[in-house]
């Protein structure tokens, strides 16, 4: 079994979460976000992930493989995304 390492992201307000999901596997695989292999959309409906911390007051966690990784995004106590990644290889 491979080490698991973690990383935390935060996303930039002006990018769609789906995009910095994408940004912050790459960065915890120490991969180039146009070169890696991975394509969230075989895994993940983008838009309604975008859509669901939009509203910047929810109070929620969400969680999924992707890319031998768990993907966590977690909103803070103001309601703003923050990405965990758990690498897994």
């Known amino acids: 079994m491979g080490d698991t390492r973690e990383f935390y992201y935060e996303p930039d307000e002006t ?3 789906s995009t910095e ?3 912050a ?3 915890a695989h120490d991969e180039d976000v146009i070169e890696q292999e991975w394509i969230i959309s075989e895994d993940i409906n983008t838009d309604a992930l975008d859509g669901l911390f939009q509203e910047r ?3 929620m ?3 999924f493989e992707a890319d031998t ?3 966590t995004i ?3 106590k103001s309601g703003d995304p923050i990405i965990k990644i758990e690498s897994h290889r």
């Open 21 to 23: 999901v994408v940004t």
């Open 57 to 59: 007051n929810l109070k």
């Open 69 to 71: 990784t768990t993907a």
């Open 74 to 76: 977690i909103a803070d």
């Open 15 to 17: 990018e769609e979460l």
């Open 61 to 63: 966690t969400l969680q």
């Open 25 to 27: 596997i790459a960065k």
